[in-house]
């Protein structure tokens, strides 16, 4: 991103930057687009007004198609100093056997509010969602024959994790949760969260216990606490090994902390856009968590060579890079001119960023982590899908919302797995940019564009449109003739026919 955000910034008059902020910038800046193009689901989708390509229950019709191996996000220019970032919802048909209509849904994790208001509305008519988001360390599903011990150690790491949310809500409400169905009510948007880590590793529920604080010498009772437990594999408190309760103690916080952001909800307000997370209801009845758990992604990217710590610290609001992409927005929301270029910069290289380009992002031990973010999640999608399939033959329509980075690799699966073939494509306006409302001419507009396209097209690996020649007086010159055949009764040769769908 800094190197797009470079180019597009040389279009304009130069903006003062102290030498020694300069390397901060630049690792801010990678910062940003990866927490843009990570999205929710490692921390935690149309504006035309367009309606839904079909109903929600019933095959597409022929028409708009598409074929295996297209983009999943593109830039359109509307207008002179108008472009919108779209994104593709794919629709699949199984051929000869039964099965569910399947849309691909791209997502996108900051995006304009009328996006997610859109997407809500197609996803929730839906008969089942399956999204992303990443679930939490002990929050993966246990096989029928996991042993006490594996059962153990996702209850203690379910514990854990309750405990901390308890303590998160405690201190940023400044009231004390009363039980996990009571944080699930009043905070929808962590029942997905929830449900997850509501059962321990035998089935049975986890507890949370009001501890009354000790009395004081002067009389006064004491800070009260939370005992979050388990009663582990036994159903009486106490017990010894397995038998035993599981427990974690959470005392009463000191004051109200004040609310901290993740950084991508900093830089969706600083360009004027919704995050996500807060834009979309996930609770609804249709819609399923279908992912790893954090523990799961951290075990698999060990395995692979790979380290997912920095990217899942990336996107905490109170790890070091993300307060250095922190740094970075509060340098771009200084200024109004580099706002614009960061903003049109972000859309761009989202528009042309591919899976293999984000890994180089993370170094050297990107690939082998890209396979755990894309691969091996979308294995988990259509685990999902195929027990649908097999045990839920009313369920007619399935969505898999993720980010569109995943599609190519998830589309391929679900041709070869399942049989499906491509149905119809509907392209959803995501990010409006606005030359006028930027407060940049229709022409530094287009060199900002045409700048950071280039330096993302590089980044990305894909091939520079060569531009047409001129005369010297300016003039396009005129079409230059076909190649005449070696047998002038031959016809030319038409264009080679795309292999692997066009792409």
Not at 241 to 254: K, S
Not at 314 to 319: A, I, R, V
Request: proline share 6%; net charge neutral; hydrophobic share 40%.
């Amino acid at each position: 991103m800094m190197t797009s955000l470079r180019a597009a910034l040389q279009t304009l008059p130069r903006i003062p930057v102290r030498r020694g902020r300069l390397p901060l910038l630049r690792t801010g800046a990678a910062c940003l687009l990866v927490a843009a193009a990570f999205g929710t689901a490692l921390g935690q989708a149309p504006a035309s007004g367009t309606a839904p390509a079909a109903a929600a229950n019933q095959a597409p019709a022929a028409g708009n198609s598409f074929a295996i191996g297209e983009p999943y996000i593109r830039m359109v220019e509307t207008a002179p100093g108008q472009a919108r970032l779209q994104i593709a919802n794919k629709t699949f048909t199984r051929s000869g056997k039964p099965g569910p209509v399947v849309h691909l849904t791209g997502a996108i994790h900051i995006a304009d509010e009328s996006f997610y208001t859109s997407m809500q509305k197609l996803l929730d008519g839906l008969d089942v969602v399956l999204f992303e988001g990443v679930r939490p360390q002990g929050g993966a599903r246990l096989a029928a024959d996991a042993t006490d011990e594996q059962r153990a150690e996702a209850t203690a790491d379910r514990v854990k994790m309750v405990a901390s949310l308890v303590r998160q809500l405690w201190e940023s409400s400044g009231e004390r949760p009363e039980s996990l169905a009571a944080i699930a009510t009043s905070k929808p948007k962590l029942k997905s969260i929830i449900d997850d880590l509501a059962i321990d590793g035998w089935g049975k529920p986890i507890t949370l216990e009001r501890v009354p604080g000790a009395a004081k010498a002067d009389g006064t009772a004491g800070a009260e606490s939370v005992r979050v437990f388990s009663r582990g594999k036994g159903d009486a408190a106490g017990g010894d090994g397995h038998e035993a309760d599981i427990a974690e103690v959470v005392a009463a916080p000191a004051g109200k902390a004040a609310k901290s952001s993740n950084l991508q909800e900093r830089l969706a307000k600083a360009f004027g856009l919704a995050y996500q997370g807060d834009a979309m209801n996930t609770s609804k009845p249709n819609w399923r968590s279908s992912d790893l758990s954090i523990d799961q992604i951290i075990k698999r990217a060990k395995e692979s060579g790979s380290d997912a710590s920095m990217l899942l610290s990336m996107l905490d609001g109170k790890s070091f890079m993300a307060k250095l992409g922190g740094f970075v927005l509060g340098f771009i929301e200084s200024s109004p001119s580099l706002r614009a270029t960061a903003k049109i910069t972000l859309v761009e290289t989202l528009a042309h960023a591919d899976p293999s380009s984000q890994g180089a992002a993370l170094g050297k031990s990107g690939a082998g982590l890209m396979k755990v973010i894309i691969e091996d999640r979308n294995d988990v999608v259509l685990d999902d899908l195929a027990k649908i399939i097999e045990t839920e033959p009313k369920v007619r329509s399935v969505s898999a919302f993720y980010g569109a980075g995943h599609m190519e690799d998830m589309e391929r699966k679900l041709a070869a797995r399942f049989g499906y073939v491509p149905g119809e494509v509907e392209w959803i306006d995501a990010v409006t940019l606005d030359a006028k409302q930027m407060g940049l001419s229709e022409q530094d507009f287009k060199r900002m564009r045409e700048a950071t396209a280039k330096q993302a097209k590089a980044m990305a690996g894909k091939p520079e449109e060569a531009p047409k020649r001129r005369s010297r007086r300016g003039a396009a010159p005129a079409e230059q003739p076909a190649e005449q055949p070696a047998d002038p009764a031959a016809k030319p040769a038409g264009p080679a026919e795309p292999k692997d769908g066009g792409k």
